[in-house]
């Protein structure tokens, strides 16, 4: 996967595509972006909780983990992985940090799903066996600014992996 620096006008339209219904939530004004209505931050929060974004909560290993929740929480991480792309072209530093935060976070719930504890229950519901496959198909390099967009992509391929193939795992 190449390192694409996105422009000004692909982030700004990368993000008012969470909101094809509504008008944008950011302008570009020459070489700067600035909020297209006083309402912005309310609009963002609505648009966050309508997603799930705010409150995605972490998948915990029960009997009754369905297919649905895992789906959820798997577009989470692509979602918040794009979201930290878009930031490479603004903040690389930023970017960093917050990707180093989303890889902690999955790397808790991989770690929750290979506890010697849970591995009756992960391997006797489909959903969470999914899941397992799911974080198996990730494979992230060392974490360097020049591998951010591929150790980000790599969220994607994980979702790739559980379209196809994870679903259909069975009970």
């Known amino acids: 996967m190449e390192d694409k620096e996105l422009t000004l006008n692909e982030a700004v339209k ?10 944008p939530l950011f302008v570009v ?15 963002l929060k609505a648009k966050e909780i309508e997603t799930g ?4 909560e972490r998948i915990i290993v029960t009997k009754d983990v369905t297919m649905e929740d895992i789906a959820k929480r798997i577009q989470y991480f692509t ?13 690389k530093a930023q ?3 917050e990707y180093i935060k989303l890889y902690e976070e999955q790397d808790s719930e991989y770690n929750e799903l290979t506890l010697a504890q849970n591995k009756q229950i992960v391997n006797s519901l489909g959903a969470l066996r999914a ?13 360097t600014y020049d591998n951010l967009s591929w150790n980000l992509g790599e969220f994607s391929q994980g979702q790739s992996w559980f379209n196809v193939f994870g679903k259909d ?3």
């Open 14 to 23: 990368i993000i008012n595509s969470y909101f094809p219904d509504d008008k």
């Open 29 to 43: 004004d020459g070489n700067e972006f600035k909020a297209s209505s006083s309402d912005w931050k309310e609009r």
């Open 53 to 56: 974004y705010l409150e995605m």
């Open 79 to 91: 979602d918040r992985a794009n979201e930290i792309h878009v930031l490479i072209s603004k903040d």
């Open 95 to 97: 970017a960093k940090r």
């Open 131 to 143: 899941y397992r496959g799911y974080f198996g198909h990730l494979h992230f390099i060392k974490n």
């Open 169 to 171: 795992i069975e009970d």
